[in-house]
């Protein structure tokens, strides 16, 4: 441990850059989503408002429904395309100039939503908010990415997990800005809705004083005296050579410099197991049951329920700190603790993921997570029996809690970025956003019938998928940690070309027999 503070000092310009990924990254697509539960009464009145004005009648309420909807599904709608976008975008033009071109985006989004009050017009919301979606569309995929590729091997885990801490940090302050002390207000929503233009504006500002990332540099340029000057500005100045021969092997090993496309990618058979475990990591945070903190939020006194996202694990949480006998107006103020929870735990595992295999740390925080499921949902079928139920019950959901943020949602970034090569990483990505904006989609949908019609024991999917990813990941996925592309692509080629080496091989072994038997 000490030895990794150490690398931290030496790495200033490095942790410099982290914050500036961070800040314009995940933190606004955190904020985001939560900040959105805390307008749906003021929008709805301005919606209302707004079409009184017009028409001189109110709204019906079908439309109200219809509209407020719109304003927020439209963000996974807009992240969904420009997710879809994003391989070629980074191919061609390079991930720095991707994520400034998106901080344009935010700004412009940022004003929309800003001034839609003062200009009376809900059609800003909903366009203001389809941005938003575009702008986490493109910097999902693309902040772990360069945060992988501006990292040294021995700080990637480290690097890639503070993906996972900004989440974290925009999502608690998300919910600290809308409570109705501070911007949760009639007159201050508005404020709300912007405040990610800040953050955006601070990564516009301060990005252009950074390099393109290495491996872009060296790769896809051809420019090996940028690459070296590049790793010197985030590294320190010292002896790079051994990233610099990893980046000569992995050149040798492409066919050629330009990215691949995703229909490249997704036929190409060196890349067939790479792609199962992409999908099995999206699909099983889907499934874990972790994808909805804020609906926590939601169910309490004047928010709408089922409205921003999926409600999966906190679904029951305003149900059991009612069964506990919290008082209603204290529950979002509670519910802000598990939102810190997280974060304090994100904060931990940032610090020690590079203490620990990357495999360990999926599969333990896998099944702890599917443990805590089933003890959850024997307390929850139990909560009346006992006056003391529903405190177990919210112990555990802040160990679920801390169980994800300490492993999984640390971990599956790095494993994301390691396990693909500089020139099919991008569109790789698109198909794991693909993936993962119709999971959200798809479970939002499908959850909620499937809790009316199995209750808490709706929890015992989750549980399974998590066992189930545990078990996958222990056998087909190779341990990433401290090791070159080069040496993860020869691991996965043990199981691409399985049949083929193996047929291989029984082709040399005769040849050499035949060669022995003439001798």
Not at 28 to 41: A, N
Not at 55 to 82: C, M
Not at 209 to 238: V, Y
Not at 497 to 503: E, P, T
Request: aromatic letters at 12%; glycine letters at 8%.
């Amino acid at each position: 441990m000490a030895t990794f503070f150490q690398d931290l000092v030496q790495y200033r310009r490095l942790l410099q850059m982290i914050f500036v990924l961070g800040v314009g990254g995940s933190f606004q697509v955190g904020f985001q989503i939560s900040m959105i539960t805390y307008t749906s009464v003021h929008v709805k009145a301005f919606i209302n408002d707004t079409w009184l004005e017009r028409s001189g009648l109110p709204v019906p309420p079908e439309t109200l429904t219809l509209l407020w909807s719109s304003v927020v599904s439209i963000y996974g709608l807009g992240g969904l395309l420009s997710s879809m976008t994003s391989g070629y975008l980074a191919g061609k033009y390079g991930k720095k100039k991707c994520l400034l071109g998106n901080n344009v985006v935010m700004l412009l989004s940022a004003c929309l939503l800003g001034f839609s009050k003062a200009a009376r017009s809900f059609e800003m919301l909903l366009v203001g908010r389809f941005l938003s979606g575009v702008s986490a569309g493109l910097c999902v995929p693309l902040h772990p990415q360069y945060l992988g590729e501006v990292s040294p091997k021995k700080l990637r885990g480290f690097a890639n997990s503070t993906m996972s801490l900004f989440w974290s940090l925009g999502k608690a302050l998300g919910q600290i800005m809308g409570q109705r002390e501070l911007l949760g207000t009639a007159l201050l929503w508005p404020v709300l809705m912007a405040f990610t233009g800040i953050s955006s504006s601070i990564q516009l500002l301060t990005l252009p004083f950074f390099p393109e990332s290495p491996p872009h540099l060296f790769l896809h340029k051809g420019d090996e005296e940028a690459c070296l000057k590049a790793m010197e500005t985030f590294w320190g100045k010292g002896h790079h050579q051994a990233e610099l021969d990893d980046l000569r092997k992995e050149r040798a090993t492409l066919k050629s410099a330009r990215s691949k496309s995703v229909w490249e990618v997704v036929k190409d058979p060196s890349l067939r197991w790479q792609l199962y475990m992409l999908v099995l990591t999206v699909v099983t945070m889907q499934l874990s049951g972790i994808n909805a903190v804020d609906d926590v939020v939601e169910s309490a006194p004047g928010f709408s329920v089922n409205q921003s996202s999926p409600p999966q694990i906190y679904f029951y949480t305003f149900e059991v700190l009612q069964a506990a006998g919290f008082d209603k107006d204290h529950i979002p103020y509670l519910t802000l603790g598990v939102s810190l929870c997280e974060l304090v735990s994100a904060v931990f595992c940032s610090f020690i993921i590079e203490q620990f295999k990357r495999k360990t740390i999926l599969l333990g925080g896998y099944w702890l997570m599917a443990t805590v499921l089933a003890v959850v949902t024997l307390t929850l079928s139990l909560q009346h029996w006992a006056s003391w139920m529903p405190y177990c019950s919210l112990v555990l959901l802040f160990c679920f809690v801390i169980c994800f943020a300490v492993g999984p949602a640390g971990a599956i970034g790095s494993v994301r970025v390691e396990i693909f090569d500089q020139s099919s990483r991008s569109s790789a990505f698109v198909i794991g956003g693909a993936f993962n904006w119709i999971g959200v989609f798809a479970i939002g949908m499908v959850f909620p019938f499937i809790v009316e019609s199995f209750q808490q024991f709706s929890f015992l999917i989750f549980m399974g998928a998590l066992y189930l990813s545990g078990l996958l990941i222990y056998f087909f996925l190779p341990e990433t940690k401290n090791k070159s592309i080069v040496e993860i692509r020869e691991e996965f080629d043990k199981l691409n070309f399985k049949g083929k080496s193996a047929l291989a091989l029984d082709g040399s072994v005769t040849e050499v027999g035949r060669f022995c038997t003439k001798l």
